[in-house]
């Protein structure tokens, strides 16, 4: 069974940093573009960042360019999003997901993705 588990949210001041994680199971992450993406209240999801399946390659919002890295430990089958810089604007449910068929690319359509995890809560406040 597919299983994504996100973790690592929480508030931060203005400026700080975090990393969240999303543990995946019933399947390996190396196959299938894994994607971040986030939730305020209010608003719709929105793409953050994704990762490709195989090589890797990233793609990032452009309110996410030059503050946050998405990266995979294909060892402990686990994704990352690590945030830096973080603004009050970032406050939000921050979800992973993943493609339903093996070895996509990877976008910030939440459309392309069939596997959600339950979220992790980000605030970042002083």
């Known amino acids: 069974q597919v299983q994504l588990v996100e973790s690592g949210g929480g508030l931060v001041q203005p400026g700080g940093s975090l990393r969240l994680s999303c543990a995946a199971s019933?399947?390996?992450?190396?196959?299938?573009?894994i994607g971040w993406f986030r939730q305020a209240p209010g608003e719709e999801r929105e793409g953050v960042a994704c990762?490709?399946?195989?090589?890797?390659?990233?793609y990032y919002a452009d309110s996410a360019k030059g503050r946050f890295s998405i990266s995979r430990d294909n060892a402990k089958n686990t994704v990352y999003l690590q945030m830096n810089s973080l603004k009050p604007e970032d406050t939000a449910v921050y979800y992973c997901?993943?493609?339903?068929?093996?070895w996509g690319v990877g976008s910030l359509d939440l459309y392309q993705y069939d596997h959600w995890g339950q979220g992790t809560q980000v605030t970042v406040s002083s």
């Open positions: 990762i490709s399946s195989g090589d890797g390659s990233t």
């Open positions: 019933g399947f390996t992450v190396d196959y299938f573009a």
């Open positions: 997901a993943a493609e339903g068929t093996a």
